[in-house]
């Protein structure tokens, strides 16, 4: 168990250094909507925990939304965008990623009570935390007051997000140009295997 949750711990230090290297146009902290939108940590832990509950392994697919949107211009929520050169249609993504409909719900709720106030790149990034915390992992405090990207990049996704199949070189050489190295590499994507194959089996 303990071993568990430090794996989680070092999956989280990779997403928050793929955070901090990318896409942060402003300063990030965790109080970005303490007085504007208090209803925020609330809302999002209602509906991932909802949807956890209907399908234990959203939380892993929550988790790997975020690493998907922020492993392409950063985390910028740019993921979501619809059209056909969306990221969602490149192919690492395709039938690959989940989740949307949580992150829909989850911002029409906040769209409801603060109208235009917390961004899409804050919901996907405190609703991944929230599928790792609810999955049994440990908590890690979220810093807000990211900016959504406007112009998705299906080429970057196609080209720069690692697969599975490819050789281990070439995956190696994708962490790299976003700033994460070997070690980054091991831990994120043996420790997704093995979330997946918990939650799949639970």
């Keep these: 168990m303990e071993n568990s949750c430090c794996r989680w711990v070092l999956?989280?230090?990779?997403?928050?250094?793929?955070?901090?290297?990318?896409?942060?146009?402003?300063?990030?902290?965790p109080n970005f909507y303490h007085s504007t939108c208090p209803q925020l940590y609330y809302i999002v832990?209602?509906?991932?925990?909802?949807?956890?509950r209907a399908e234990m392994r959203m939380g892993a697919s929550l988790?790997?939304?975020h690493f998907h949107d922020c492993f392409v211009n950063g985390c910028d929520a740019s993921i979501l965008l619809d059209g056909a050169d969306g990221e969602k249609f490149a192919k690492p993504n395709l039938n690959s990623v989940r989740g949307y409909e949580v992150i829909d719900a989850i911002k029409a709720d906040l769209e409801s009570v603060c109208p235009e106030v917390v961004s899409c790149a804050d919901i996907v990034a405190l609703a991944a935390s929230y599928?790792?915390?609810f999955s049994g992992g440990p908590y890690y405090n979220v810093l807000l007051g990211r900016?959504?990207?406007l112009v998705a990049n299906q080429s970057g996704a196609d080209n720069g997000l690692p697969s599975p199949f490819e050789p281990i070189d070439s995956i190696i050489q994708k962490f790299v140009a976003v700033n994460l190295n070997t070690?980054?590499?091991?831990v994120l994507s043996g420790t997704y295997v093995r979330f997946m194959g918990a939650t799949l089996s639970s």
């Design 63 to 65: 988790l790997r939304l």
């Design 45 to 52: 832990q209602h509906h991932v925990f909802a949807a956890m």
């Design 131 to 133: 599928g790792v915390l």
């Design 147 to 149: 900016k959504d990207g």
């Design 183 to 186: 070690t980054d590499v091991v």
């Design 11 to 29: 999956v989280c230090s990779v997403l928050a250094l793929c955070l901090s290297s990318q896409g942060a146009r402003c300063q990030l902290t």
